[in-house]
């Protein structure tokens, strides 16, 4: 499996180690925060959304506030668990007739970029899709950097353990002073089964990088009701009924299980912490990694902030 990476990218990060491990350091070394962060200075990126194939406009403004948060149409839409409003394809968030989907990839970024606070303008209805990864979105957060407040309150630890199901679908979390993800998928061929377990943020750079993928038959029908116009071997990894059809690969042998690990992240952080605790997950996806954080907030007794 070839790992596809932008030039660009190998050029930004050259740091005399070469490769991919001196990238994955920088990575790694953004996120060991203790208090709340925003971004060090203003910044716009412009991208497509999938499903609306529009182009739209993000412009990162550094917030005071607590939290992560969106301005749509003149509304603030808090980017938090109890503001999802739908989970079928992206995790979307709302605020009385406006909202935002596809925020998930853009939230696994403000995770590994350490930034606890930041205000989003976005002019359209969906987060760019970019190139299906946090890769880009992580980017330039890192060029803009970390400005620190002095306030903490950043980690939310789990105290008891928290689990939701979904047929054979599953989120568990136990007590564990750092945080810890087991994830496991299991596809039609030929993705078959994966499993990966990231300890702290070990192996970011490979789950920053990660790009969503799908099977071309639900493309299919996707495509029927309107949706994934914005859809491309650009922007996402097309499984075939025997290969994948991008025509470089994966960029990972584990790439698909990766994106799942970085979804997951994504919305964890809709927490609006960094959670501390060992994360077991099997075939999850955005609706149950909602319904976790709901369960987990439904008795204050399940967790500390700190
Ligand atoms: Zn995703």
Redesign the pocket.
């Known amino acids: 499996m070839s790992i596809d990476i932008p030039v660009s990218l190998l050029e930004e990060y050259a740091d005399g180690k070469g490769g991919l491990d001196g990238k994955s350091e920088i990575c790694d070394s953004q996120t060991m925060i203790k208090r709340q962060t925003t971004i060090n200075r203003i910044f716009k990126l412009t991208g497509i959304g999938l499903h609306t194939g529009r182009e739209v406009v993000l412009e990162f403004l550094p917030r005071r506030e607590f939290g992560i948060a969106f301005m749509h149409r003149g509304s603030l839409i808090p980017a938090r668990y109890d503001a999802v409003a739908d989970t079928r394809l992206s995790t979307q968030i709302a605020s009385g007739d406006s909202s935002v989907a596809t925020i ?2 853009l939230m696994a970024a403000f995770y590994f970029a350490g930034i606890t606070n930041c205000l989003v303008y976005i002019d359209g209805p969906e987060v760019p899709i970019m190139d299906g990864s946090a890769w880009e979105f992580y980017q330039e957060m890192w060029r803009a950097g970390v400005y620190e407040f002095p306030e903490n309150g950043v980690y939310l630890k789990v105290l008891r353990p928290v689990e939701v199901a979904n047929n054979d679908a599953y989120v568990r979390v136990k007590p564990l002073n750092t945080f810890d993800i087991t994830m496991s998928i299991e596809f039609r061929q030929p993705v078959g089964k994966q499993k990966k377990r990231v300890t702290d943020v070990e192996n970011a750079f490979a789950i920053v990088n990660s790009r ?1 993928f799908g099977f071309l038959e639900e493309l299919e029908a996707i495509r029927k009701a309107g949706l994934a116009k914005g859809a491309s071997l650009d922007n996402a990894v097309a499984i075939g009924e025997d290969s994948i059809v991008n025509p470089h690969g994966l960029r990972y042998k584990k790439e698909l299980v990766n ?1 799942k690990i ?2 997951l992240i994504g919305d964890l952080y809709t927490s609006g912490y960094r959670l501390l605790g060992r994360v077991e997950a099997h075939k999850t996806g955005h609706y149950l990694n909602n319904l976790f954080l709901r369960e987990l907030f439904s008795d204050p007794a399940n967790y500390a902030i700190y």
């Open positions: 998930e990839h969503t994106h970085l979804d």
